[in-house]
């Protein structure tokens, strides 16, 4: 059993930066199958960064030179590095571990 604890969310202004933390509770392989969703209010869950299993990172278009995600296997631990957020980044943002297991949500909204 997995358990993912984030950590980070908030409210913040436009423009404004924000760093999101995911530990991983329990036996897991590697940071390397965790990765970063999120749900706007009214819109389904949708990637927002990941690892790949041949370590590689894929972001959504949308977050590309905003966001960067970073993993240290040794704290079972991904981040989120959001910068220059707008308000339509302004979601619950999920942790998962292979897509199977997941966090209870953080709120992140971005407002003047």
Not at 7 to 17: A, E, H, K, N, R
């Amino acid at each position: 059993q997995v358990q993912l604890v984030e950590s980070g969310g908030g409210l913040v202004q436009p423009g404004g930066s924000l760093t999101l933390s995911c530990e991983a509770i329990g036996s897991i392989f590697s940071t390397l199958f965790m990765g970063w969703h999120r749900q706007a209010p009214g819109k389904q869950r949708e990637l927002v960064a990941t690892f790949t299993p041949d370590r590689n990172i894929r972001y959504d278009d949308s977050v590309k030179g905003r966001f960067t995600i970073s993993g240290d296997d040794a704290r079972n631990t991904i981040y989120l590095q959001m910068n220059n957020l707008n308000p339509d980044d302004t979601a619950v943002y999920y942790c998962s571990y292979r897509e199977v297991y997941w966090g209870q949500g953080i709120q992140v909204t971005v407002s003047s």
